[in-house]
DNA sequence: GCCAACGTTGGC
DNA sequence: GCCAACGTTGGC
């Protein structure tokens, strides 16, 4: 199983509003690499959602609950979104400044590649930001 | 509000 | 095909 990130910025889609629609269709990805990782993803894939902007902080874990297909907010039909459910929150969220700060997170995308929205976690990675967010076990499998 | 990074557009 | 101009993202 594939490890992921994804990004939104809490005033035009936050995790209170993944949360409160439980499944929700993750468009508006309007990159190609971005767009390339969500083709990649499969059911059942996990990914940390993170607050981008306001709050800049891991908040919640989705999971990938229909692989990608046409971005129903594309009118040239050439992206693709994925369906993503909310599985539950990070507990103490992780800031991107704790990330920044952890040296051992030096290589995540997050800071490498700031502008990229959809972006792959390795699993040494998942598995540190889960213990740093209090993830419980059954969340961070 | 500013700026760095980076993608896109359009002139040549 | 190169590159300047410009727009967008996202951190500060």
Known sequence: MARWLVKSEPDAFSWDQQVA???????GVRNHQAASFLKAMARGDRA?????????EIV????VAREAYPDP?????????TDM????PVP????LATIKATPELAEIGLIRQSRLSVMP???EHWAL???MGGVPAKLAK
């Open 85 to 88: 459910k909310a599985l539950g």
């Open 73 to 81: 907010s594309d009118e040239t039909g050439r992206w693709v979104c």
């Open 60 to 63: 919640g874990i989705v999971e």
């Open 92 to 95: 103490q969220p992780v800031t």
């Open 129 to 131: 930001l889960c213990r």
């Open 121 to 123: 976690i390795s699993e």
């Open 48 to 56: 940390f959602f993170y607050h981008s902007n306001i709050g800049k």
């Open 21 to 27: 629609n439980k499944v929700e269709p993750w468009t």
